[in-house]
């Protein structure tokens, strides 16, 4: 079938007998030609050879031709891209302006810190504590931590009740737990040395981490580089330790978590009818927060200072120290069965001097299974005197 070559949108003229007629006709035609004579002899010649309208070109305009060296011929496509490329480019730097402030706010307040640390240092102000002071604090945390024990863990604890979580709690203390437990008057040992070494370990021997874990993980940083001598390092931490604590504090999160953690641990070994009295239950709550209260003293006296305060546990089975440690009873056991309480020692002065000298302010108190108390001797007397 040929195809029609009338332009779409447009009627021919005549009416429709003369129009049906000459497509008649051209259906009949043997070829093209023969039916552009036909319609041509109708008159309708000149509406089937109409074009489209189409824009005209002005005669005088002159084209620029593309040179290809320098520029290119782009879709539509690539210029919306480009376009997108130069709103996230317009975004990027915005918020590299904003940072550029927050930056030059940062460094003006380093700078402010780096003049109070020069006005500390030429002014040789340094932060001073007495020994007769840190070690009545010591003891005092010593006594608090014996308190706690003597009054909610002193029951001999049934072996085959401790879950295996406490067990491995246990043993982390004293390979020798199971005879401890079954033996009367020292179950309160071993959860003396179980408090210390929670202490030790989340408080005293990490004592930044009272400000926070980001100042923590910052100020443990700068500690872990090079320096040129220790007195250097001692002197930034110093310092340091004095302006943190001075602007920011103890962290009120951190020091929640802490006690947190050390009930979490005692709680579970205390004897259920204590844990259903309310009266004993606020009693260990308050014992629990003296005893995080006063290791976080430590720890900000330990960030300030310019001595190097450490605090130094004892393992099961350590050879016996007479100059680090002492036994509660008369002993000539050469090794040590259990550590009830860590000792404190000082390396250092307060001028930032001597730190190949150290001084023992509190010894460890040690526990050896070997011997036993005399006969008639108070149980007290197997506790170091406070």
């Known amino acids: 079938m040929s195809d029609h070559y009338v332009c779409s949108g447009e009627r021919p003229a005549g009416n429709g007998r003369s129009a049906n007629r000459v497509a008649d006709r051209q259906l009949e035609?043997?070829?093209?030609?023969?039916?552009?004579?036909?319609?041509?002899?109708?008159?309708?010649?000149?509406?089937?050879?109409?074009?489209?309208?189409?824009?005209?070109i002005d005669p005088n305009h002159t084209l620029t031709p593309i040179d290809p060296n320098t520029q290119q011929v782009v879709s539509n496509d690539f210029i919306v891209s480009e376009h997108q490329t130069?709103?996230?480019?317009?975004?990027?730097?915005?918020?590299?302006?904003?940072?550029?402030?927050?930056?030059?706010?940062?460094?003006?307040?380093?700078?402010?810190?780096?003049?109070?640390?020069?006005?500390?240092?030429?002014?040789?102000?340094?932060?001073?504590?007495?020994?007769?002071?840190?070690?009545?604090k010591w003891k005092g945390l010593q006594y608090?931590?014996?308190?706690?024990?003597?009054?909610?863990?002193?029951?001999l604890v049934p072996l085959n009740q401790l879950t295996s979580n406490q067990?491995?709690?246990?043993?982390?203390?004293?390979?020798?737990?199971?005879?401890?437990?079954s033996t009367e008057g020292q179950v309160h040992l071993l959860f003396q040395s179980l408090i210390w070494t929670v202490?030790?370990?989340?408080?005293?021997?990490?004592?930044?981490?009272?400000?926070?874990?980001?100042?923590?993980?910052?100020?443990?940083t700068v500690l872990n580089v090079k320096w040129n001598s220790t007195e250097a390092r001692h002197a930034w931490r110093a310092?340091?330790?004095?302006?943190?604590?001075?602007?920011?504090?103890?962290?009120?999160?951190?020091?929640?978590?802490?006690?947190?953690?050390?009930?979490?641990i005692i709680w579970s070994f205390i004897p259920r009818e204590q844990r259903s009295n309310n009266t004993r239950k606020l009693i260990f709550c308050r014992a629990t927060r003296d005893i995080v209260d006063k290791a976080i003293e430590l720890a900000v006296i330990f960030n300030q200072s310019r001595c190097e305060y450490s605090v130094q546990m004892v393992t099961h089975w350590e050879r016996f120290e007479s100059v680090l440690m002492?036994?509660?009873?008369?002993?000539?056991?050469?090794?040590?069965?259990?550590?009830?309480?860590?000792?404190?020692?000082?390396?250092?002065?307060s001028q930032g001097e001597h730190y190949d000298r150290w001084l023992v302010l509190a010894k460890s108190h040690v526990h050896s299974f070997n011997q036993t108390p005399q006969e008639g001797e108070d149980e007290d007397e197997s506790l170091i005197d406070l």
């Open 326 to 349: 002492e036994y509660s009873e008369e002993c000539e056991a050469p090794r040590v069965d259990l550590m009830v309480s860590p000792a404190l020692v000082k390396c250092g002065n």
């Open 86 to 136: 130069r709103m996230k480019l317009r975004d990027i730097k915005h918020a590299l302006d904003k940072k550029t402030e927050e930056c030059d706010e940062i460094r003006e307040h380093l700078q402010a810190v780096v003049g109070e640390l020069n006005d500390l240092k030429s002014s040789k102000q340094n932060f001073v504590v007495d020994d007769a002071e840190m070690t009545a």
């Open 29 to 56: 035609a043997s070829s093209p030609v023969q039916a552009e004579q036909e319609v041509a002899s109708t008159g309708l010649f000149e509406l089937w050879k109409r074009p489209q309208r189409m824009h005209q």
């Open 239 to 264: 310092q340091t330790g004095q302006i943190i604590q001075g602007a920011e504090g103890v962290y009120e999160g951190q020091k929640t978590y802490l006690i947190r953690d050390l009930r979490k």
């Open 199 to 220: 202490i030790a370990r989340g408080i005293l021997q990490h004592p930044t981490t009272v400000w926070g874990e980001d100042l923590f993980m910052a100020v443990r």
């Open 167 to 181: 067990v491995e709690v246990l043993k982390s203390v004293s390979p020798l737990y199971q005879q401890i437990l």
């Open 144 to 155: 608090a931590i014996k308190n706690l024990s003597r009054t909610h863990l002193y029951n």
